[in-house]
């Protein structure tokens, strides 16, 4: 199966996405925003005070419903519920809101530096191509590195499947960070990567710093 790193890398943050999640954090549910844009550990501990709150706040509501039907029906008097209820469930509620709010503005920010990236590097001038010493010199110190034409590559292997979409994820990732993108060859458990810069016409440095970022990927 042969593809495009985009393809299985999540992709940017948008201003979009970012925007909507933050609408959802802070007009919704504490937490949704952040778990759609991937913050799970935030997003998970947001959820779980906002729910937290809302049972707090629904029991006291209870009890204190109890007491007035109590007195409709002209029965036993139910105890009356205590406030701390109510205020426990609020205190958890603002902590949650504030929590969300703090990771919405996370959120933004990191929506403002992928698009102000993309412009840099959609404006910077393409790297230099290397000579066949340079070549030689750098591709000397990258074992299992290859070099066919104006292209290096190396096969990778891995337990299984799982693990080999893991490895590519990862590289996924820092070629996106780096706007650098390698072919990339998945065989089971064998993933191959073909590095060329188009744009330059040959080698250059990113060639071969994105192949030593893959060689420490795959350990």
């Known amino acids: 199966m042969r593809m495009k790193p985009s393809s ?3 992709k940017p943050l948008s201003h ?3 925007r909507n999640a933050a609408l959802l954090n802070q007009l919704a549910t504490p937490g949704l925003g952040s778990l759609m844009c991937g913050r799970w550990i935030a997003g998970t501990g947001q959820l779980i ?9 629904i029991d ?5 419903m109890s007491v007035y039907y109590g007195m409709i029906a002209d029965t036993a ?3 009356q519920p205590d406030i701390r209820l109510l205020i426990g469930g609020a205190i958890l509620l603002a902590i949650s809101w504030f929590w969300s709010l703090i990771t919405s503005f996370s959120l933004m920010r990191e929506a403002s530096n992928t698009k102000v990236e993309a412009l840099k590097n959609f404006a910077a001038p393409p790297p230099l191509k290397l000579d066949a010493t340079q070549i030689a010199v750098a591709l000397g110190s990258l074992p299992g590195w290859k070099q ?3 292209v290096i590559s190396r096969t990778f292997q891995f337990k299984d499947f799982p693990a080999a979409v893991k490895f590519v994820n990862a ?4 070629a996106e960070q780096a706007w650098h993108h390698p072919d990339i060859d998945i065989r089971w458990n064998k993933v191959t ?3 060329t810069s188009h744009d330059a016409g040959g080698l250059t440095e990113k060639d071969f710093a994105l192949a030593k970022k893959a060689d420490e990927l795959s350990r």
């Open 193 to 195: 990567l073909a590095l």
């Open 8 to 10: 299985v890398n999540r």
């Open 148 to 150: 066919d034409g104006a």
């Open 60 to 64: 006291w509501f209870i009890r204190e």
């Open 49 to 57: 005070l906002a729910l937290a709150s809302c049972g707090l706040i």
């Open 77 to 79: 008097p139910a105890q």
């Open 171 to 174: 590289v996924a990732d820092a």
């Open 16 to 18: 979009a996405r970012a």
